[in-house]
Structure formats: structure tokens, C-alpha cells
């Protein structure tokens, strides 16, 4: 095997994640420990640990190439992981990692760079002849050629950062009057997410659903996809529950996106993971969004219905070798939801609510994974991302995952921060998302709270307060308590614990 040991380049869960994969395959693998995070989980699970606690630079070292390569240098790693986020989809630091002998466990910099320019990417998909929304060839260079565009093709229109994602450097127009707002602000946030101002300009679909494909592709010229993920649960264009596959897809429309999905990652002679994005209207046309070069926050989901590991793949493509899978040994088998929990104040509108997570119980159902990077004890900071957990249930279709959905998130207790628990708990009870009749405007425009509360929510957080005082306080004397179902609670107990809220 040419991998010997790999650096994984990132934090949290997906640090954890990645790891995960990397014991199993029975490769070493090196965490960063930082001055923000000393005693993060994920360092908890690497068979080494680089301390980087002295380091006083003022760029955080997940986004130092320099340092990276220096740290991948003095382990002895010869492979790099860039997980999601920070430097993941930088060209240039794949790049510097082949230039320094170290194999970047992704696509190619070209890759990177063609799918992470939005321009150059929408013409790909024109020469390719891949459906998309009419749009503009190339980047508008100021207002008045914003309001000439827009004008020709109609409103609304939507202005994108062309070295964007995940929202930022996005403004959806309605008018002239919006347009003169909305362009330089557009701008001005793609210059500061992603030191390039560049946006271009397409016709805006309205009520869209968001179907993205996991695409997988090696270094011999194999290319397969594993199937959709339905995203379309989302906020200001940021993803709140994704499922997989999609209840909107037929055969015959779910293979026709999936060859225009290999299509794409073809054009770029693509390897390793990625995945590319679409919109679908009301009357089931499709139109070619984006590319993701990098592992998807979502991608467990994928891994459930297909049972395919996704990070091991990854490692196995960069490792030189060949897909072990065809397209036709793709199989979609049951159905999986995952549902992003996030430290979030849902009652305030989805605001930051950073914290220590003081007491943290997950269900333990065989049909329940929880991907996380956190514990009981672990700070939430506002430097980095809310995510706290992933919870992705499965089922063997969706009406059985939305039912397991419902009885995983009512075992879910959290002290210490407000999360998005409250928001999942009311949308699995919403018929139109039991029928599938959502798109990307279900959250802000058909929703008109965006909490559950119950009373059996409040017995299980006592419940649980309850438990947590026996074994915390009177563990010692030895006192054992059944808390099987139908066995009763002694009532003093539960006044005495309750009492310390």
C-alpha cells in the first residue's frame, strides 16, 4: 500500500469520522491538537496526536498549507485528508501537497479548480450538454450590466459567487430596485468567504427540490454514482435534514440525472469522492447546480442505503486503485434520514447559541447511527461550526424511517446548549414532509413556527434528570433502581432532582 499514514487535516466530527475508516483499514493516522480545542474528542481517536498548542499564528493552522505540509512532513505522513470545509476544496493546497510528496486523499487541483469556479463549470455543462437554468456565459462585472442581463432574461434572477457555496455570496432578485441593493452586497460577501468578488447571474427557479448525486471516480477512468440525496429541508440555503434517495424520483428521471451526474465528473476526468448538485421543478425538469469536490457533511446517509464506505473509498482511490464496485452492483436498500443538530436557538430564528454541553444522551436503537465530534464536557465554540451531532436513522422505506425518526429524536436529551432538536421534532410531525410535498421554501414560507413542544418532551427530560441524580449521587450507596418500563418513580426523587433546574 502506498498510503502509510495519514494527516487528517480538520476537526470535530468529520476528524472523527475520517478515523474511523482509517482504524479500520488499519492505517495510523495524525490529529492536530490546537490551543482552541486541547482536549477535542477527535484527538481521542488518532493513533498520534501533533500538538500545535504553541502555535501563535494568526491563521488557523486548518487553513495554514504551509504548516500542514510541515506537520505531514516532521509525522511522517504521507497522505493528507482534507475532510469538508477549510482547505478541502482549495486547489492550490492539493497542489502544494503533490509538489511536497504528499498524496492528497481527493480529486485533482484541475478538478478542484474547474468545479469550484461556477463559470467555468456551468460551461462544461453546456459543452457536455447537461441541462441547466438560463444563465449568464460568464461573470457580470457591474450593476448596469446586472440590470441588462436580468432584464433579458426575466426576474426573479439569482446572483452567485462563482468561487462560492453553501450560501454565501447569494442574493435572490426580484426587480431592478433589488438588483442595485442586492449586486454589490452579493460581491463584497464572496470577496470576504472566498477572496474572489466574481458572481455571475442565472434565472432563479422557483420551489425548487434539491437532488444531489454521490458520484465515486478512480484513477483508471471509472466513474459510478451511488444514487441521490433529497436536501431540499434547508434554511437561507444552508441544509438542515437530508434522505436518501428521494420520494420524488422515478426510475427513469432518478438514472437520466444520475448519467448526467457521471456525465460532469467526466468532463474533469474525475477521482475520488464528490457530489453533483441539482435543482428539480414543479414539472420534474432538472437543471445542473454545482460540484462538490470533497466529501458531503450528508454522505452517511448514502452509506446507508448503499453500504458502501465512502471515506474508505476515498482512501482506496488515492491510494492508486481501481473502483471495486460497478455501476450495476449499485443497490438502493431501505431508506436513511439524517438530521443536522446544531447549536441553534430555533425560537430566535436559527441564531448561534455556543456552549458547554453538560449532559448529553443519544439513543442506542440498532437502526441509529450518530456521527458526532463531541461528549459531555466539550465546549461548543463560536470559532468553529454549531454542529453537535449527526443522527441518521434508517428504516426500510420512508414511512418506517420517518416513525424511527420520530422515536430517536424524543430520546434525544441535550443540557448545556439550545439546539435544533425542537425544529426536527416538529418537522417529522408535518404531514406535507410525511408526503414529500417540500421544496428549498418549506422552512420559512410554509412552517409557521419552527419548534415541537410536548409534554412527553418534558417527562423525558425529567426522566433523564432523574436518572442522572441516581447515578451520579447514589451510586455509592449501593441503592439499585429499575427504570424498566412500567416500573414506577418514587415521587420524592423526582421533586429532589427536578429541584436543581
Sequence with gaps: MLIHKILIANRGEIAVRIMKSTRKMNIPAVAVKTATEPDAMYLSFADEVFDNTDDTSEIPVFLDIEKLISIAHSTGANALHPGYGFLAENAYFAQKCIENGIIFIG??????????????????????????????????????????????????????????????GMRIVRDANEMVKMFPLAGREAEKAFKDPSVFIEKYIENPKHIEFQILGDSHGNIIHLYERECSIQRKHQKLLEEAPSSVLDDTLRNKMGEMAVRIAKAVNYHSAGTVEFLLDSEKNFYFMEMN????????VTEIITGIDLIEQQIRIANGEALQHRQEDIEIRGWAIECRINAEDVQSGFSPSPG???????????????????????????????????????????????????????????????????????LVRNQDFQEGNYTTAFVEKDLDKYYFNSEYEEMLAAWLATKLFIEENLQADSINVDFSEGKEMSPWLLNKRMNQF
Design 356 to 426: 458547554r454541553i453538560e449532559k448529553m444522551s443519544m439513543p442506542d436503537y440498532p437502526y441509529v447511527r450518530v456521527d458526532t465530534g463531541v461528549r459531555e464536557g466539550s465546549a461548543i465554540s463560536a470559532n468553529f461550526d454549531s454542529m453537535i451531532a449527526k443522527l441518521i436513522i434508517s428504516g426500510k422505506d420512508r414511512k418506517q424511517a420517518i416513525t424511527r425518526c420520530k422515536m430517536a429524536l424524543d430520546k434525544v436529551w441535550i443540557k448545556g446548549a439550545k439546539t435544533t432538536l425542537p425544529f426536527f421534532r416538529l
Design 293 to 300: 469536490t470533497r466529501i458531503q457533511v450528508e454522505h452517511p
Design 107 to 168: 480529486p485533482s487541483p484541475d478538478a478542484i479548480y474547474k468545479m469550484g469556479n461556477k463559470t467555468i463549470a456551468r460551461k462544461l455543462a453546456m459543452q457536455n450538454k447537461i441541462p441547466m437554468a438560463i444563465g449568464s456565459a460568464g461573470n457580470i462585472a457591474d450593476e448596469e450590466e446586472a440590470l441588462v442581463f436580468a432584464e433579458r432574461i426575466g426576474y426573479p434572477v439569482i446572483i452567485k459567487a462563482a468561487s462560492g457555496g453553501g450560501g454565501r
